[in-house]
C-alpha cells in the first residue's frame, strides 16, 4: 500500500515487536526527510527513553517504577500516558514532524495518544509497522546478549506484545483517522528503509 504525505507537519507511528528493528528506521526515515526538507523540525519521542530517566530517578514512583523492571514485568498505562503526554506539553511548539517509537503499547493508551493527536491537530498519522514474527523477535533478542534479557523475559515480552500490542495495531487498522503501512521486516535494514519510502511515496 503507498501513502503519499504532503509537506508540512507529519506524524509516524512507529509499531513492532521488539528486535524489530524500528529504532533504526524511525532514524532512517528522520535523517531522510531532514535531507529533503532541511528547515523542517523534527521531535522523536522514545518511549525506552522515558522510562529509563524514570527508573533512574530518586522518588516513590521511580523506586516502584524500577521495582517492576526489574521483575520483568510491565510498566501500568497511567506511566506510559504520563511520560510522552508530559514531554508534549513541555516540548512541542507546533509545526514539528512527529517521530513516536515505542509508544502506544496498549488499546488503552492508543485512545489516550488519539486525543492528543485531536489535540494537536495532528492530521491522518501513519502507524508503520515493521513486521517480523515472533521466532525472528526471540532470536534477535536472544542475539543481542543484553544482560537482563533471559529467556524468560523475552518470552514474557513477546506474550506481552500478542497480548497488549496487537490490538493496538487492529485499532488503527480499523480507524479511518490513521493510515496502517505493514512493513517486511524480515528484510535487510537497507531494503526495509527502501519499502517504508516507497510506501509513503517520497521517491
Given at each position: 500500500?503507498?501513502?503519499?504525505?504532503?509537506?508540512?507537519?507529519?506524524?509516524?507511528?512507529?509499531?513492532?515487536?521488539?528486535?524489530?528493528?524500528?529504532?533504526?528506521?524511525?532514524?532512517?526515515?528522520?535523517?531522510?526527510?531532514?535531507?529533503?526538507?532541511?528547515?523542517?523540525?523534527?521531535?522523536?519521542?522514545?518511549?525506552?527513553?522515558?522510562?529509563r530517566k524514570l527508573i533512574n530517578g530518586d522518588s516513590y514512583t521511580s523506586k516502584l517504577a524500577r521495582d517492576i523492571m526489574e521483575k520483568g514485568e510491565l510498566h501500568p498505562n497511567f506511566?506510559?500516558?504520563?511520560?510522552?503526554?508530559?514531554?508534549?506539553?513541555?516540548?512541542?511548539?507546533?509545526?514539528?514532524?512527529?517521530?513516536?517509537?515505542?509508544?502506544?503499547?496498549?488499546?488503552?493508551?492508543?485512545?489516550?495518544?488519539?486525543?492528543?493527536?485531536?489535540?494537536?491537530?495532528?492530521?491522518?498519522?501513519?502507524?508503520?509497522?515493521?513486521?517480523?514474527?515472533?521466532?525472528?523477535?526471540?532470536?534477535?533478542?536472544?542475539?543481542?546478549?543484553?544482560?537482563?534479557?533471559?529467556?524468560?523475559?523475552?518470552?514474557?515480552?513477546?506474550?506481552?506484545?500478542?497480548?497488549?500490542?496487537?490490538?493496538?495495531?487492529?485499532?488503527?487498522?480499523?480507524?479511518?483517522?490513521?493510515?496502517?503501512?505493514?512493513?517486511?521486516?524480515?528484510?535487510?535494514?537497507?531494503?526495509?528503509?527502501?519499502?517504508?519510502?516507497?510506501?509513503?511515496?517520497?521517491?
Open positions: 500500500m503507498e501513502h503519499s504525505i504532503n509537506k508540512g507537519k507529519q506524524t509516524f507511528i512507529f509499531a513492532g515487536r521488539s528486535g524489530s528493528g524500528k529504532g533504526t528506521q524511525v532514524e532512517l526515515l528522520q535523517a531522510y526527510i531532514q535531507k529533503l526538507y532541511p528547515d523542517d523540525v523534527v521531535f522523536h519521542y522514545y518511549s525506552g527513553d522515558g522510562f506511566l506510559a500516558v504520563w511520560l510522552w503526554g508530559t514531554d508534549f506539553v513541555q516540548n512541542l511548539k507546533g509545526g514539528e514532524h512527529i517521530f513516536l517509537d515505542g509508544c502506544p503499547r496498549a488499546r488503552v493508551e492508543a485512545e489516550a495518544m488519539d486525543s492528543a493527536m485531536k489535540f494537536y491537530d495532528r492530521d491522518k498519522p501513519t502507524v508503520i509497522l515493521i513486521d517480523v514474527s515472533r521466532e525472528t523477535s526471540k532470536q534477535r533478542l536472544i542475539d543481542r546478549k543484553r544482560e537482563y534479557d533471559t529467556l524468560e523475559s523475552i518470552e514474557r515480552r513477546l506474550n506481552w506484545y500478542d497480548r497488549e500490542v496487537l490490538p493496538v495495531i487492529a485499532y488503527y487498522k480499523d480507524n479511518p483517522d490513521y493510515t496502517l503501512l505493514e512493513i517486511n521486516g524480515e528484510q535487510p535494514i537497507d531494503k526495509v528503509h527502501a519499502d517504508i519510502i516507497t510506501s509513503l511515496n517520497l521517491e
